[in-house]
């Protein structure tokens, strides 16, 4: 099973700034959480970073045929990109939605999501953990039962 974890705009930041709320984890440090819990669970991770909206849809576009799942943290893009709803739309490949931090705790203007009508489910709120949840439920999704 292969997945493809895809994450949005500024998220490369983190670890640098703005602690009290991302946590001080880098994403690199998060990717290799991924890679390890991946590794034990036996399937296989591609793990990207852009801050550019074109290159995400690129890849998701990209994901049909490729991948099994996408876990995607959209970052800021979750709250605006009709473009990225309608990539995760057009492919059907089944998307995970994660976020760090509870978006429905925070400023208004986060609490909706353009994409969560076209993923599968929404995960927020538990940190890098978030990822391995994401991680777990792209498994789940696709298990035949
Ligand atoms: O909680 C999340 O994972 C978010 O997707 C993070 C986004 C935010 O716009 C969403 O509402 C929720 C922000 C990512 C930017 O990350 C930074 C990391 C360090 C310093 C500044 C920004």
Same mark, same amino acid.
């Given at each position: 099973m292969?997945?493809?974890?895809?994450n949005?705009?500024n998220l490369?930041l983190?670890g640098?700034?703005?602690?009290e &709320?991302? %946590?001080?984890?880098?994403?690199?440090?998060i990717? =290799?959480?991924?890679?390890q819990? /991946?590794?034990? +669970?036996?399937?296989?991770?591609?793990?990207r970073q852009?801050? &550019?909206e %074109?290159?995400?849809?690129?890849?998701?576009?990209? =994901?049909?045929?490729?991948?099994? /799942?996408?876990v +995607?943290n959209?970052a800021a893009y979750?709250?605006t990109?009709?473009?990225l709803?309608?990539?995760i739309?057009?492919?059907a490949?089944?998307t995970i939605?994660?976020?760090?931090?509870n978006?429905?705790a925070?400023e208004?203007?986060?609490?909706?999501?353009v994409?969560?009508?076209?993923?599968?489910?929404?995960?927020?709120?538990?940190?890098?953990?978030?990822?391995?949840?994401?991680?777990e439920?792209?498994?789940?999704?696709?298990?035949?039962?």
């Open positions: 292969k997945i493809l974890f895809l949005g705009p490369n983190l640098t700034r703005e602690p &709320v991302y %946590g001080r984890m880098t994403l690199a440090d990717e =290799a959480q991924v890679r819990q /991946a590794e034990q +669970l036996e399937v296989t991770v591609d793990f852009s801050n &550019v %074109g290159e995400l849809i690129g890849w998701i576009q990209q =994901a049909k045929g490729n991948f099994d /799942a996408i +995607l959209a979750t709250h990109s009709i473009a709803r309608d990539a739309s057009a492919v490949v089944p939605e994660i976020h760090l931090t978006i429905h925070r208004e203007f986060r609490h909706n999501s994409i969560a009508p076209v993923c599968r489910g929404q995960i927020c709120g538990f940190g890098a953990k978030s990822y391995i949840l994401g991680l439920a792209a498994i789940d999704v696709n298990d035949v039962k």
